[in-house]
Structure formats: C-alpha cells, structure tokens
C-alpha cells in the first residue's frame, strides 16, 4: 500500500531514522512513479534537502533514485 509506506516514512523521518525512510520512499517511486502526483519521488527529495545536499549520504541516496529513475 503505496499510502502506508508514504506515511510510515513520514514518521521514521521525524523519529530521525533517514535511511528507513529513503528505503519506503524509494519503494514506492520502484513500484509507481506517478502515485499520487510524484508525492514520494517529492518527499524523498525533501528529505535530501533537509540532510543538506552536500551531504555524502544525500549524494548516495540521489544516485539511488537515478537507478529507479533510468532503469
């Protein structure tokens, strides 16, 4: 359920545990890019923001989503 794993990233990213939350977010956008209007593609890529994009972590997530992207 795309909804649930949307939310439940929400709140693993207040509870500060971001690569949980990368991991539910990328699943969704894996399954179905356009839910919901890109609204986990979008939440993932504030959840990169907020890390700082500087961030090496930040750098491992994009390409992450660059392989479910152009794959």
């Known amino acids: ?6 939310e439940l990233a929400g709140a693993l990213m ?4 971001r690569d949980e939350a990368a991991d539910q977010l990328l699943e969704v956008v ?5 839910w919901n209007d890109g ?3 979008k939440r993932f890529l504030q959840l ?4 700082g994009l500087e ?6 997530q994009r390409r992450r ?3 479910i992207l152009f794959t």
């Open 1 to 6: 359920d795309h909804e649930a794993r949307y």
């Open 65 to 67: 989503l660059a392989a």
């Open 39 to 41: 609204a986990a593609r």
């Open 55 to 60: 961030d090496p972590w930040a750098g491992d």
């Open 14 to 17: 207040a509870a500060g545990r």
């Open 30 to 34: 894996r399954r179905d890019r356009e």
């Open 48 to 51: 990169l923001e907020a890390v």
